[in-house]
């Protein structure tokens, strides 16, 4: 079965140090990725997508990039935090042509201080 | 643009009552798919339920139902028999049937009160 895994759980970091989330997914190949944001009280907004190594899609101009360097990694980075950037993030996977819905990670809760 | 509305942000329900959440969306598209997720207070996100937009019958899962009104683009969530592990976010979401991006709106707060 697949799964997809997310780290680390909570993070406390200080403005302007860099950043580095990681989500695997384990148990498919080829999968769409996602990388979400939600800030308190809110909904999810999409930051950026993959459908396959090396093709990141930003839907959102900001301070974070992406990286999926192999075919069931994606890596959302910064080179220097800010305050604004504190949030809940949630990466998910989908199979390639289908729609069955997103499976999401257990989410990591950012602060930044 | 898609959007999603749930104009909803808080809702409860007395436990084994039944509750109906709402959703609507602006969509030029034919072709595309509904979602409703559960986020409870762990905020892992779980699919409860989905609808192709094809498709004229409602989709059912268990205690859980929609209300899909093509026309009036509008997709509503029915929860019957409400349960206290039923207490969570939920949030629609909207996805194109040649895109890969899930829209969700901004969610509602359900409460089942015992």
């Known amino acids: 079965s697949q799964t997809i895994h997310q780290w680390p759980a909570t993070l406390v970091q200080p403005v302007g140090s860099p950043l580095s989330l990681e989500c695997t997914v384990e148990?498919?190949?080829?999968?769409?990725l996602y990388w979400y944001r939600q800030a308190a009280g809110r909904g999810l907004q999409l930051l950026f997508y993959?459908?396959?190594?090396?093709?990141i899609s930003s839907e959102v101009p900001q301070n974070l990039s992406a990286s999926r360097p192999q075919d069931r990694q994606f890596i959302l980075s910064s080179k220097k935090l800010l305050l604004s950037d504190s949030g809940f993030y949630l990466c998910?996977?989908?199979?390639?042509?289908?729609?069955?819905?997103?499976?999401f990670g257990s989410g990591t809760r950012l602060t930044v201080v | 643009a898609q959007t999603v509305t749930q104009s909803q942000p808080e809702m409860s329900v007395q436990e084994a009552e039944t509750v109906t959440l709402s959703c609507t969306y602006d969509?030029?598209?034919?072709?595309?798919?509904l979602f409703w997720y559960k986020q409870p207070p762990s905020r892992q996100m779980i699919l409860v339920i989905r609808?192709?937009?094809?498709?004229?019958q409602n989709a059912t899962e268990n205690r859980f139902s929609v209300n899909f009104q093509k026309a009036a683009k509008s997709f509503s969530l029915k929860i019957s028999d409400s349960q206290l592990g039923d207490t969570a976010m939920y949030f629609c979401?909207?996805?194109?049937?040649?895109?890969?991006?899930?829209?969700f709106g901004t969610g509602t707060r359900l409460t089942v009160i015992p």
């Open positions: 148990g498919t190949s080829n999968p769409n």
């Open positions: 969509t030029s598209e034919s072709n595309y798919y």
């Open positions: 998910a996977w989908s199979e390639q042509g289908l729609a069955r819905g997103y499976t």
């Open positions: 979401a909207y996805r194109s049937g040649g895109a890969n991006n899930l829209f």
């Open positions: 609808q192709e937009a094809y498709k004229q």
């Open positions: 993959s459908v396959g190594i090396g093709q």
